[in-house]
Each structure stands twice: as structure tokens, then as C-alpha cells.
């Protein structure tokens, strides 16, 4: 069974420009969540998908919003970057909701870069 | 704010030893804990995980002791490997009246030398 894919694997941006990052979560999963880590706060909960609604999300500002298709797949979107945003953004998927204890398991990763 | 775990600390350990990882939760409620290993590149890797109902338990070289009594959490590796080198994260599945997602501690570095 394929593991969690996210891409791009790198992305280089540059500050007020917007991006968007792909998820596909493992088959059969119908829960994504994306973190956020970076060295110096680790990783950050930023949201959590079920059933193409949003279950949860995390301390972000709105800038930081994302989605899910019928087939689950996730995108998250990042406007107007700010040089703070650079991390890594990571994609985990699970069978069920957070909330019932359910295994995340995650993505490489995206890599986003801005300058 | 809640957290999770110590700061970045570093265990270094010869090949061959057992490694012991520990972590500090602070959420009395928290009721599932889970140990990943995320190595360089790559995503956090699922290792063991624990129900708040338990104290132990095994995997294949791997336990987790889970002490509710001073919210303590640690991963034992039997006969540690140079294939362990890597960043170890505890989280819990903090359950608030508004969210309820995991939260990962800040990490420890394991180092295995021959």
C-alpha cells in the first residue's frame, strides 16, 4: 500500500506570493492533517480534515487555509508569505479522527522555502 | 501554554546498548500517546504507541512506560542500532473543549557511534 505522498518536494517562493501544497493520504483514509515544523517551535498542528470538512484547526493566522476533495486528497494554501512561513510542511493521514486515537501517519514532507 | 517534552536534548550511545528517550506531558487528560522517529529528510515515522489505560508495552526492541502519577513518558530501544540515529518525538492526543489534535514535544537526538 503506497504511503502518504505530498508535493512539491521543494518550493522556493518569494514574500506576498501564495502556494499551494498537495497531499494524497494513504488509501482508505479519510482523515489529513498538516503540521508545520520548524527548528524553533517543532511541529505545529495547523488543521484537520474529515469528510471534506474541517474538524479541527490550530493557533495560524487565516493566511493559512486548506481542503479536501471527495477522495480525500488535501491541499493546503498559504497566502501573501511572510519569511516566517519558511518550513517544513508535513501531511499526516489517519483512518478516523484525530479525536479517536487514531495512528497518524505522515508524508516527506514539503520543503517551502521564502525569500 | 500545554506542552509536550524537553527541550532538544542529544543521547549519544554505543551500538549494541539500550537507549532510554523520556518525555514530560502536561496535560492530565491527554489518553493516547504515540513515540515517532523522524529521520533527516523525512517525515515522522510511527514506532509505538501507548492507551492511557496501560503502563507498558512492547514492540519488536521497543517498550514504552507510560507514569501517570508524574506525566512521564519514555521509549526504551533494546540493543540500539546505527539505523536508530534520529530525531525521537513523544505526543499526546491533548483533548481540549475546542480541539482536539496531537501535540509533539521538541524532540531528542539520538546518536549511535560503533
Known amino acids: 500500500k503506497a504511503g502518504v505522498t505530498q508535493t512539491p518536494r521543494y518550493l522556493i517562493k518569494t514574500r506576498g506570493q501564495q502556494v499551494t501544497l498537495s497531499c494524497s493520504p494513504i488509501s482508505g483514509h479519510r482523515s489529513v492533517s498538516w503540521y508545520q515544523q520548524t527548528p524553533g517551535q517543532g511541529l505545529q498542528f495547523l488543521f484537520e480534515?474529515?469528510?471534506?470538512?474541517?474538524?479541527n484547526k490550530g493557533n495560524f493566522p487565516g493566511r493559512f487555509s486548506g481542503r479536501q476533495f471527495s477522495n480525500s486528497r488535501s491541499e493546503m494554501n498559504v497566502s501573501t508569505l511572510e519569511l516566517g512561513d519558511s518550513a517544513l510542511y508535513l501531511c499526516a493521514s489517519s483512518l478516523g479522527l484525530t479525536a479517536t486515537n487514531e495512528k497518524l501517519f505522515f508524508g516527506s514532507g514539503t520543503q517551502l522555502s521564502v525569500l | 501554554g500545554e506542552s509536550v517534552g524537553l527541550h532538544l536534548p542529544t543521547l549519544s550511545v554505543q551500538e549494541g546498548d539500550n537507549s532510554i528517550i523520556n518525555c514530560a506531558y502536561s496535560n492530565s487528560a491527554s489518553d493516547y500517546f504515540i513515540w515517532y522517529k523522524q529521520e533527516s529528510g523525512k517525515g515522522p515515522q510511527f514506532i509505538i504507541d501507548?492507551?492511557?489505560?496501560?503502563d507498558k508495552r512492547q514492540g519488536q526492541r521497543v517498550t514504552v512506560l507510560l507514569n501517570k502519577t508524574v506525566k512521564h513518558l519514555s521509549l526504551q530501544i533494546a540493543a540500539t542500532q546505527p539505523g536508530d540515529s534520529a530525531v525521537y518525538f513523544c505526543a499526546e492526543n491533548m483533548v481540549s473543549y475546542n480541539t482536539d489534535n496531537l501535540i509533539f514535544g521538541t524532540g531528542t537526538r539520538l546518536q549511535v557511534f560503533p
Open positions: 480534515y474529515f469528510s471534506e470538512t474541517q474538524r
Open positions: 501507548i492507551r492511557s489505560n496501560m
